[in-house]
C-alpha cells in the first residue's frame, strides 16, 4: 500500500499508527502533491508496482482551507484526478473517486438523491470545491466510458471522528474546541440550517464497500438523521456542559441551507447503512482530543 500527500492540511500525527507497517514493507508513505505532473507521479510510483485499486482521496475538504486555497483545491479535482485516473488505466486497477455532498450545492430537492443534478453557484467562493468535484465526477465517468476504467464514485456527506484538526473550521471540530476552551459555540446565520453527521468508521466502510461493487455512478455515503445546527449545539452542551454560551455571526455566502443524504441506493446496491449514532460518535471524537491535551492537530 502506498499513500500520498503533500500535508497541505494533512498530519504526519495521524500516520503514526502505520509506522509498524512501514517497517514490514507493507505501506509506503510518498510525500507528493498529484496535481503536480502525471511524469512526477508516474516515476514517484513506478518502483513500487501495478496496483489493483487506487483511491482518489485528495482535496482540501474544509471550508476553511479551500477558501484560503481556491487555485489547489480546483488543481486537485481537475489534474490530481486526471494524473490518479491514468495510474489506474495503465495498471487495470480500481479506481475509487471520493466527491461530496457539496455537488449539490444550495440544494432544491430534499432529502438529496443521486439523481438530483444539483443547484451550484459555478463563480461563487465555494465554487472551487464544489466544481472541482463535479469535474472530478465527469472525468472519472469519461476515463470509465471510453478507456473501460473500473470507477466508483462516492458522494461524502458530513464526516467526523478522531484524527480532525480542531482548527479544521467545519462545525464538528470548531464546536468540540470551543467547547474545550469554554468558549461560547458560534452558530453562523440563525442555525436553522440542517446538517447530517456520519461517523468515520461507518463512511469507511461504506467506501470498501463500494469499491467492491460494480456501481459506476455516484452513490451517497453519509447519515440520514438531520439535524439543525442548533440541535446540534444543544448535543454538544448536553456532551460537555450545559453552560456553553451561544453567539451567532453572519452565515457565509452559498453556504447549504438543508443537508441530508437519501442513502437508498447505498442501502440497496451495497446493503450499507451508518451504525455508529451521534452521541457515541462525539464521544469517540472527543476522547481523541482529550488525548491530544485538546492541542490543535497539525
Known sequence: MVGLDNFITGSRRNLEHLKAYEAHGRFALVELDVARGGALVD??????????????????ASPKEYLAHPVETLEAGSAGTRNMLEIARRDGARFLLTSTSECYGDALVHPQVETYWGNVNPVGPRSCY???????????????RSQGVRTNIARIFNTYGPRMALNDGRVVPAFLDQALRGKPL??????????????????????????????????????????????FAEAIKKLMGPNLDLVFTP?????????????????????????????????ETLEYFKQLGGKVSG
Open 43 to 60: 516515476t514517484a510510483l513506478d518502483a513500487r508496482g501495478c496496483f489493483d485499486h487506487v483511491w482518489h482521496l485528495a482535496s482540501l
Open 130 to 144: 464544489d466544481e472541482s468535484k463535479r469535474y472530478a465526477e465527469a472525468l472519472t465517468m469519461a476515463y470509465h
Open 186 to 231: 458560534t452558530i453562523f446565520g440563525d442555525g436553522s440550517q440542517t446538517r447530517s453527521f456520519c461517523y468515520v468508521d461507518d463512511l469507511v466502510d461504506g467506501l470498501v464497500r463500494l469499491a467492491d461493487s460494480e456501481e459506476r455512478y455516484p452513490v451517497n455515503l453519509g447519515n440520514p438523521f438531520e439535524l439543525t445546527i442548533l440541535e
Open 251 to 283: 452565515l457565509p455566502e452559498d453556504d447549504p441551507r438543508n443537508r441530508r443524504p437519501d442513502i437508498s441506493k447505498a442501502r440497496r446496491v451495497l446493503g450499507w447503512e451508518p451504525k455508529v449514532g451521534l452521541e457515541d460518535g462525539l464521544r
